[in-house]
């Protein structure tokens, strides 16, 4: 059992669809990432949430809505996206504080857009 | 802004042989930390090693080992002893110290170990 679990593991959708990835951390981390990782290229960091506020957005297209409820739980929302933006959707934890800082990751979301 | 670099798309290596990954990064801060994280077929991404930048001893996790030039900023890992398990995409990554930890990524080295 990892102690950061995405759900659902694989997810295909329409372009007009609306869905949501979710995130769970068993960690008692406070701060909460979203990466994509599209073929041939760098993970890239989509938002970032610390103690449950939104402290990045890497100019991330409007389709995609991040939601943190509370520090244990990640949403992303998604809606009209694109054949584009079919990748791996990468959840990640860490503490903010300490000496151990480093990042956990889920499995991903493998998203595939048609 | 910080850049990483691994410069090997594929290496493989036959089981048991020593092989070394390869990364540089740029930045201009002076107080950060180094991981080299792989993914195996599972997707999920699992740390392997971390430095710290003030450090100057080479960190070292069982077979997992690091060279760490600061000056050069170069961070390869080595991997002695290389097992089937270790077949993976390898990814080295920097993270600058204090605030939340936004991790920078390199593009990847896919390693195969072959029997």
């Known amino acids: 059992e990892t102690g950061v679990t995405q759900t659902p593991r694989h997810l295909v959708m329409g372009m007009t669809n609306k869905k949501s990835l979710k995130c769970e951390q068993h960690?008692?981390?406070?701060?909460m990432y979203w990466y994509k990782q599209s073929a041939k290229k760098p993970l890239e960091l989509m938002f970032v949430?610390?103690?449950?506020?939104?402290?990045e957005n890497n100019s991330v297209p409007s389709r995609f809505s991040p939601e943190c409820p509370n520090s244990s739980h990640l949403f992303l929302h998604l809606h009209t996206l694109q054949p584009e933006d079919s990748a791996l959707y990468l959840c990640?934890?860490?503490?903010?504080?300490?000496?151990?800082?480093?990042?956990?990751f889920g499995q991903g979301t493998r998203l595939t857009v048609v | 802004a910080q850049t990483v670099t691994q410069s090997q798309p594929e290496m493989s290596v036959q089981e048991a042989e020593t092989v070394t990954l390869s990364c540089t990064y740029d930045?201009?801060?002076?107080?950060?930390?180094l991981f080299w994280y792989k993914q195996p077929p599972s997707r999920q991404m699992i740390l392997v090693i971390r430095?710290?930048?003030?450090?100057?001893q080479n960190a070292t996790e069982n077979r997992f080992s690091v060279n760490f030039q600061k000056a050069a900023k170069s961070f390869s890992l080595k991997i002695s002893d290389s097992q089937l398990g270790d077949t993976a995409m390898y990814f080295c990554?920097?993270?600058?110290?204090?605030?939340?930890?936004?991790?920078?990524f390199g593009a990847g080295t896919r390693l195969a170990v072959h029997p």
């Open positions: 930045t201009s801060e002076s107080n950060y930390y």
């Open positions: 960690l008692g981390h406070n701060a």
């Open positions: 949430y610390s103690l449950e506020e939104r402290v």
């Open positions: 430095q710290e930048a003030y450090k100057q």
């Open positions: 990554a920097f993270m600058k110290h204090g605030g939340y930890n936004k991790l920078i």
């Open positions: 990640a934890s860490s503490q903010l504080e300490g000496t151990n800082t480093e990042a956990f």
